[in-house]
């Protein structure tokens, strides 16, 4: 990673598409495809894309960079306690060097993305209507138990704010929240906010501290 971090000193980008990953050979191929096309068609090429690794034993790195795509991307393993958490942390981290405006997070198992979910994601940051998008699928209405159940009306309940997708897994997120991210204490970053925390701690965060709010894509 620290190797990627010293290539992208200097760069600069709009839109940065972070794709965390582990063991997703089969899939990630297409994100990365799909992202590339979304950044070409909406932003103009002006973006990146990054592949945050658990250390994959089925090649997904290798996938991923032997993918063609008209964006550069990168690819390294991640630093830390194993889990989403740490991956997207470093995806932070790199954000954070190449100064961008938005980054959009993409799970690496998805076979539903097209190229418009990174205009959703990242257009309402880029016009200075939201800090953070939260994504807003179509669902069967006996899918998604935890998120119905628990995180959405939980959520509403504690901050009058309704996420439909609290821990939806694909977001648009500005730079304002990722410097707010990542100035955290390392304590947090080796709990479980670390593993599958992540989702519900973001948007928990960028509802309370962000400085433009939250919206659904």
Excluded at 5 to 10: A, I, M, Y
Aim: proline share 4%.
């Amino acid at each position: 990673m620290k190797e990627v971090l010293k290539k992208l000193e200097g760069k600069r980008v709009s839109i940065l598409v972070g794709i965390p990953s582990y063991n997703n050979a089969e899939t990630i191929s297409h994100v990365a495809k799909t992202a590339s096309e979304g950044i070409v068609k909406y932003f103009n090429g002006d973006g990146l894309i990054v592949n945050s690794d658990g250390d994959s034993s089925d090649g997904t790195r290798e996938v991923f960079m032997s993918t063609e795509t008209d964006v550069e991307k990168y690819s390294f393993v991640y630093e830390g306690i194993p889990g989403k958490g740490s991956a997207i942390k470093a995806i932070f981290e790199v954000a954070k060097i190449v100064d961008a405006d938005a980054v959009v997070l993409l799970d690496a198992d998805l076979r539903s993305v097209q190229p418009w979910w990174v205009e959703r994601l990242a257009k309402p940051i880029l016009d200075g209507k939201a800090s953070y998008v939260a994504p807003h699928y179509l669902r069967h209405k006996y899918d998604g138990t935890i998120t119905n159940n628990v995180c959405y009306p939980l959520t509403s309940a504690l901050y009058g704010k309704k996420i439909r997708q609290p821990i939806g897994g694909d977001f648009g997120i500005s730079g304002e929240l990722v410097s707010i991210y990542l100035s955290k204490p390392e304590s947090v970053w080796k709990s479980d906010v670390a593993r599958f925390g992540i989702d519900i701690w973001m948007t928990t965060i960028a509802v309370n501290e962000s400085k433009n709010g939250v919206v659904q894509a």
